[in-house]
Nanobody
Framework: QVQLVESGGGSVQAGGSLRLSCAAS????????LAWFRQAPGKEREKVAG????????YYAVTVKDRFTISRDNDKDTLYLQMNNLKPGDTAIYYC????????????????WGQGTQVTVSS
């Protein structure tokens, strides 16, 4: 079965950087969507970065654009999120999400979730 394991969270001061990783396993093909979501205390989970359609352009939440960069190493089945200039508002549990293998340009439907990794940014 599909498993997603995140790592790289931690506590940093505002202005600092962190790099999250998500190792995916259980796939026999690389034709699946991967994305990052986050959930802050008392708030709904939101999509941070990732494609809306497989092979399509990358979506970034307005609040993280120009500070966060998503990347993917298909050889390692690993997704990354480089987070720079972190702000207290970025404090949340960050989740990696994946979908079933799908055709190119098909909408991404995220149905598999990692356990999450905590990111805490202090002012």
């Amino acid at each position: 079965q599909v498993q997603l394991v995140e790592s790289g969270g931690g506590s940093v001061q505002a202005g600092g950087s962190l790099r999250l990783s998500c190792a995916a396993s259980g796939y026999t093909t690389g034709s699946y969507c991967l994305a990052w979501f986050r959930q802050a205390p008392g708030k709904e989970r939101e999509k941070v970065a990732g494609p809306n359609n497989r092979g399509g352009s990358t979506y970034y939440a307005v609040t993280v654009k120009d500070r966060f960069t998503i990347s993917r190493d298909n050889d390692k089945d690993t997704l990354y999120l480089q987070m720079n200039n972190l702000k207290p508002g970025d404090t949340a549990i960050y989740y990696c999400a994946a979908g079933d293998p799908t055709r190119l340009w098909s909408p991404c439907e995220y149905r598999y979730w990692g356990q999450g990794t905590q990111v805490t940014v202090s002012s």
